[in-house]
């Protein structure tokens, strides 16, 4: 079974850090782009960060640029989320999803495979 798992959230004060991680089951990220989204309750699903096949190509979401970092280990068939100076605004269940291409898009739509969410609490 072709799936994505998200571990790492949490509760976290204002200020704090997380790292996020994305692992794939039964396939291999390493001819994916992936791309992290979020959402929270009556909201729609926001792009976060994304990131092509072998790294070089990053995109940021005005919101978290500067304080979130993206990355890959294509060994380790996962992707991360690194996530520092977090603030009560994002707070939100937090979603992995890989893309067929070897670059990476905004847009949900295109990607193929969707892990279930890790919720991120940001509260003092």
């Known amino acids: 079974q072709l799936q994505l798992v998200e571990s790492g959230g949490g509760l976290v004060q204002p200020g704090g850090s997380l790292r996020l991680s994305c692992a794939a089951s039964?396939?291999?990220?390493?001819?994916?782009?992936i791309g992290w989204f979020r959402q929270a309750p009556g909201k729609e699903r926001e792009a976060v960060s994304c990131?092509?096949?072998?790294?070089?190509?990053?995109k940021y979401a005005d919101s978290v640029k500067g304080r979130f970092t993206i990355s890959r280990d294509n060994a380790k068939s996962t992707a991360y989320l690194q996530m520092n100076s977090l603030k009560p605004e994002d707070t939100e269940i937090y979603y992995c999803a890989a893309l067929i291409s070897t670059m990476c898009a905004s847009l949900s739509s295109p990607y193929r495979y969707w892990g279930k969410g890790t919720q991120v609490t940001v509260s003092s």
């Open positions: 990131i092509s096949t072998s790294g070089t190509w990053t």
């Open positions: 039964g396939f291999t990220l390493n001819g994916y782009g």
